[in-house]
């Protein structure tokens, strides 16, 4: 059962859980492929999921530290 099914005690919690869960989702989809498959394109468009992974990063790294975590840009 995942963050989905059960509500946490706050908000701040809520989300951990929520990322947990995309991150562990992630993972499983990765897992075992190779680095052709990962840049392989599946649509029209430059997305692969290595992009996905790599835009996963950067909104947990810069996103969530600077906008949630109030951690300032230049840090």
């Known amino acids: 059962m995942g963050s989905f099914n059960v509500l946490?005690?706050?908000?701040?919690?809520?989300?951990?859980a929520f990322v947990e869960d995309?991150?562990?989702?992630?993972?499983v989809t990765l897992d075992g492929l190779t680095e052709e498959e990962v840049r392989?394109?599946?649509?029209p468009s430059a997305t692969t999921l290595l992009g996905l992974l790599k835009h996963v990063t950067w909104m947990q790294?810069?996103?969530f530290e600077?906008?949630?975590?109030?951690?300032?840009?230049?840090?």
Do not use: F, H, M
């Open 8 to 16: 946490l005690d706050n908000e701040k919690a809520q989300l951990d």
């Open 66 to 75: 600077e906008c949630v975590g109030g951690t300032p840009g230049r840090e």
């Open 61 to 63: 790294r810069v996103w």
């Open 40 to 43: 392989r394109r599946l649509v």
């Open 22 to 27: 995309y991150r562990s989702a992630i993972e």
